[in-house]
T-cell receptor
Framework: EDQVTQSPEALRLQEGESSSLNCSYTVSGLRGLFWYRQDPGKGPEFLFT???AGEEKEKERLKATLTKKESFLHITAPKPEDSATYLC??????????FGTGTKLQVIP | SQTIHQWPATLVQPVGSPLSLECTVE??????LYWYRQAAGRGLQLLFYSVGIGQISSEVPQNLSASRPQDRQFILSSKKLLLSDSGFYLC???????????FGSGTQLSVL
């Protein structure tokens, strides 16, 4: 059974304090590893897709990386508007996408 | 366009009542379609996914069912709702096995 585990469950940062979110995965025949941002009461918004170990993607203050067992979302000098829940998901060989439980990030001014 | 139409946005239903949530998508034909549920403060739980008309895979045994009567229509149903069915229901589409999911705006269901 495919599994995606995220840590920590919640993270509180001061504005400008960089940190990383972790996503460990066991997905049979991984085809893609996805990162999403979700604001309260809304559907998840796509951030990145990573396909192979060693790949990196960047967007503004966010950088996603991928190894054979984990993915990291690095947040550099976060701002209050980065506060959200960040979700990691894996797409495997059976054409289904499995999500982790997310990391709720709060950035304090 | 990858627009996903999901309605209603909010729904309050009594225990034991039926449910029908509809999702229609725009864009490329024969998309993979998904129903997820998110309980308060929890992650996304995959309920059903479909790779084509009439093809439904169920991930969690429960009193919910799904149907795909048309290529771009995905319906989530229940004959009798339980309190535990409360949650945020999201429909999503995927163009292909390696592609990202696009999500609808969700339906907040409260079963009282």
């Amino acid at each position: 059974e495919d599994q995606v585990t995220q840590s920590p469950e919640a993270l509180r940062l001061q504005e400008g304090e960089s940190s990383s979110l972790n996503c460990s995965y066991t997905v049979s025949g991984l085809r893609g590893l996805f990162w999403y941002r979700q604001d309260p009461g809304k559907g998840p918004e796509f951030l990145f897709t990573l396909y192979s170990a060693g790949e990196e993607k960047e967007k503004e203050r966010l950088k996603a990386t991928l190894t054979k067992k984990e993915s990291f979302l690095h947040i550099t000098a976060p701002k209050p508007e980065d506060s959200a829940t960040y979700l990691c998901a894996g797409s495997g060989g059976y054409q289904k996408v499995t999500f982790g439980t997310g990391t709720k990030l709060q950035v304090i001014p | 366009s990858q627009t996903i139409h999901q309605w209603p946005a909010t729904l309050v239903q009594p225990v034991g009542s039926p449910l029908s949530l509809e999702c229609t998508v725009e864009g490329t034909s024969n998309p993979n379609l998904y129903w997820y549920r998110q309980a308060a403060g929890r992650g996304l739980q995959l309920l059903f996914y479909s790779v084509g008309i009439g093809q439904i895979s169920s991930e969690v045994p429960q009193n919910l069912s799904a149907s795909r009567p048309q290529d771009r229509q995905f319906i989530l149903s229940s004959k009798k709702l339980l309190l535990s069915d409360s949650g945020f229901y999201l429909c999503a589409r995927q163009g292909g096995p390696n592609e990202k999911l696009f999500f609808g705006s969700g339906t907040q269901l409260s079963v009282l």
